[in-house]
């Protein structure tokens, strides 16, 4: 089982910054895939950005060019910053992890989410 706790969510006007993180605990061997989602009120989850071990990233193309995923492997623990928010950035973050001990078998976890408020 792994475990995601995030931080770092909060209100900010836009044009502001906010660096979210989460850290992963329990059985984290085997994580190769982290990454950010986010639901703003009355809409689907959607993806934000993912990493892999290896550093290879993906954004959403709402994002590119103003947040940035980072991870630390040895903390086990992913961040986004987020710079230049929009009001349009206002949701619940989630945080993700894909682990795969084996080709065949995978687990997905989520953590509980953080509130990004971005006013206008």
């Known amino acids: 089982q792994v475990q995601l706790v995030e931080s770092g969510g909060g209100l900010v006007q836009a044009g502001g910054s906010l660096r979210l993180s989460c850290a992963a605990s329990?059985?984290?061997?085997?994580?190769?895939?982290m990454g950010w989602y986010r639901q703003a009120p009355e809409k689907q989850r959607e993806l934000v950005a993912t990493?892999?071990?290896?550093?290879?990233?993906n954004y959403a193309d709402s994002v590119k060019g103003r947040f940035t995923i980072s991870r630390d492997n040895a903390k086990a623990t992913v961040y986004l910053q987020m710079n230049s928010l929009k009001p349009e950035d206002t949701g619940v973050y989630y945080c993700?992890?894909?682990?795969?001990?084996?080709?065949?078998?995978?687990?997905?976890?989520w953590g509980q989410g953080t509130q990004v408020t971005v006013s206008s």
């Open positions: 993700n992890a894909i682990r795969s001990p084996s080709v065949s078998y995978r687990e997905i976890y």
């Open positions: 329990g059985t984290t061997s085997s994580i190769n895939l």
């Open positions: 990493i892999t071990t290896g550093g290879s990233t």
